[in-house]
């Protein structure tokens, strides 16, 4: 979590020191993917309702999430902030896509013990594994 927070850091110092590089098409396309990003993470932390957690760990007093977003898509929230990342070093500079990558293989690798995690305390979690691919964003990663 903290390195989450460091990555993001670390792309708004890079935008910050290097801002406005991309032609104005890269550029359109960046503002793109912030806004869907934005609302795929809206939808992720509207649908986990009070399973909202930060930590990969669940929540003693949450729930599996299957339905909404999360029938889509089984870590709407790290695939809304991949696309705010990427979107973000798009509306920037070449060099803000190595911490925005940083961000992506971070999660992805976060993913990953949250999901041991996830199977270990949800009977259900493995069903709905076989059901939600384990991507960010459906049909790209």
Do not use: C
């Not at 932390?45 to 999430?65: I, T, V």
């Not at 991949?82 to 798009?90: I, P, S």
């Not at 993913?111 to 790209?140: H, K, M, N, T």
Request: proline share 7%; hydrophobic share 50%; net charge positive.
């Amino acid at each position: 979590m903290v390195l989450q927070f460091a990555l993001l850091g670390v792309l708004a110092l890079v935008t910050w020191l290097a801002p406005g590089s991309w032609p104005p098409p890269v550029r359109w396309v960046g503002t793109s993917l912030m806004v869907l990003g934005l609302v795929v993470l809206a939808l992720g932390f509207k649908d986990l309702g009070e399973s909202l957690d930060a930590r990969p760990a669940p929540l003693h007093r949450g729930s599996l999430r299957d339905r909404g977003v999360y029938s889509f898509v089984r870590h709407p929230i790290y695939g809304g902030l991949v696309l705010v990342a990427f979107g973000w070093a798009l509306r920037s500079n070449p060099w803000a896509l190595l911490p925005a990558a940083a961000l992506a293989v971070e999660l992805d690798l976060k993913r990953r013990v949250e999901e041991s995690f996830l199977v270990a305390r949800y009977e259900g979690y493995a069903d709905y594994q076989a059901r939600v691919r384990r991507v960010f964003i459906p049909g790209l990663w």
